[in-house]
């Protein structure tokens, strides 16, 4: 975990490797208000390959593991984590956590 970061990557990364049947669905709108981000912030993030929320049409629609993952970056992001870094964690082997 990097120091002074508020979230543990292994929990974060199992919950958002735990399914996602049967879970509550959020708007992107509705994660960009709750984070304080902008929609244009969290389409950018899936750009990326930080988020891969559920696409029907036009429309994305996110799970509670997407939502963990989407605190996540925001909090790493404003502790001044780079997206390459946060993705790197993300993408490392749990015993190298």
């Not at 304080?36 to 990326?48: C, G, I, K, Q, V």
């Not at 996110?62 to 404003?78: C, H, L």
Request: net charge positive; glycine share 6%.
């Amino acid at each position: 975990m990097h120091p002074g970061l508020p979230l543990n990557i292994s929990s974060v990364v199992h919950s958002l490797h735990a399914g996602r049947v049967g879970m509550i669905r959020y708007s992107i709108g509705e994660l960009a208000s709750e984070f304080s981000l902008t929609n244009r912030t969290l389409r950018f993030w899936e750009e990326a390959d930080l988020v891969s929320p559920i696409r029907r049409g036009q429309s994305r629609i996110y799970t509670e593991a997407d939502r963990n993952w989407v605190r996540a970056i925001a909090a790493w992001s404003a502790a001044g984590l780079t997206l390459r870094e946060i993705k790197a964690m993300r993408d490392m082997p749990v015993a190298e956590r």
